[in-house]
Each structure stands twice: as structure tokens, then as C-alpha cells.
């Protein structure tokens, strides 16, 4: 994986551990974006579900690694009670399920299968890794704005994004949304 190693070394990413408090929100951005450069070499390796299955693998343990370069202590010893430490995991399982994605995107991509979907009904909630996907794609950085050019509001496309709590929008709404974002909805 020189490619991971030339965007590790590149990034000058060992320096910056160093020079930042563990568990400080500027460390856990740095550590974040370690995973993505070594997310990004071992998704390319994605070309049929057996490696698809392997890289899930590989993700689990750069989840691992991710949270001991942020906070400087194994995962097993967190303790996730506390509200900080549950948004620093979540934040990282966030930019995990990102990753997945692409991984079977990618394995849809070589393997030539629609990313179609039904259509939407209520019975089926949260799309935040398809939300969070599109909005890497288009460098889109806030729910505000990724709103705005969906034509929801924030409120609204979080409802879609979230899995829990009640719908706040309407079936037809979710098919816009999933159109704009690339999803095929298909009756």
C-alpha cells in the first residue's frame, strides 16, 4: 500500500498527532482524516464482494486505529456514558458508513448493478450515508446547504437523514430527495 504510506507520510499526519491534545476536536479532524487516506488505497481494491467483504474487515480495525490516534487510548477503554465521547464515536462511525458505501458503490460500479431502489415509503428511515455520500461528491459541507440545493428544508433533510423520531416529510418528498442525489427510485 505505498499509496496509503505516501498519504500518510505526505500528510504529515504522525506530526500533527503529536502537536495536539488527545481527544481535542482538532485531533479528532486529523485522526478523521487518516481514515480517509487509508479508507481511500483499500477501496480501490473493491472489484467483487469478496474483497468487499474483506475491506469491511479492514474498516473495522482503521475504526479502531482511529479512535486510539484521537484519543490515545485503546477503544476498548472508552467510555462512551460520556456525551463527548458518543459525538467523537459517532463522528467516526459517520465517515465509516461513508466509506462502506463507496466500497459497494464501487463494487456496483464493476459488477455493472443499478443503484436502484424501490420506491420510498415511510416504513424505511435514515439515508444518511446515501445523504453524506452525495454531499462528499458535491463538497457540500453543512446540512444547510446541502438543503438548500435539495429544495427541503434542514429540518426536513435531517428527518431523512435520521433514522429515528417520526417522519417529518412526505413519501414523495423522499423520492425528490433520492432522485437529486442520484438514487433511482422505481415504482
Known amino acids: 500500500m505505498v499509496e496509503q504510506a505516501d498519504g500518510i507520510l505526505n500528510g504529515n499526519f504522525a506530526e500533527g498527532l503529536r502537536s495536539l491534545s488527545p481527544g481535542s476536536p482538532a485531533r479528532l479532524d486529523l485522526a478523521i482524516q487518516l481514515l480517509d ?8 481494491l473493491v472489484d467483487d464482494i469478496e474483497h468487499q467483504k474483506a475491506f469491511m474487515v479492514v474498516l473495522q480495525e ?4 482511529t479512535w486510539s490516534e484521537f484519543a ?5 477503554d472508552a467510555n462512551l456514558q460520556s456525551p463527548d465521547m458518543q459525538l467523537c464515536w459517532e463522528r467516526i462511525g459517520a465517515r465509516v458508513s461513508y466509506w462502506k458505501v463507496e466500497g459497494f458503490r464501487r463494487l456496483a460500479a464493476k459488477l455493472a448493478i443499478p443503484t436502484t431502489i424501490l420506491a420510498p415509503s415511510l416504513s424505511r428511515r435514515g439515508y444518511r450515508s ?14 444547510a446547504l446541502a438543503a438548500k440545493r435539495l429544495a427541503v428544508s434542514p429540518d426536513t433533510l435531517k428527518s431523512i437523514m435520521s433514522s429515528k423520531g417520526r417522519a417529518r ?9 433520492l432522485e437529486k442525489i442520484g438514487l433511482k427510485v422505481t415504482e
Open 72 to 76: 490515545n487510548f485503546p477503544f476498548k
Open 130 to 143: 446515501e445523504v453524506q455520500s452525495w454531499m462528499n461528491e458535491k463538497q457540500i459541507t453543512t446540512i
Open 169 to 177: 416529510y412526505s413519501p414523495e418528498t423522499l423520492s425528490l430527495v
Open 62 to 65: 482503521i475504526t479502531l486505529m
Open 37 to 44: 487516506v487509508r479508507a481511500g488505497a483499500f477501496v480501490k
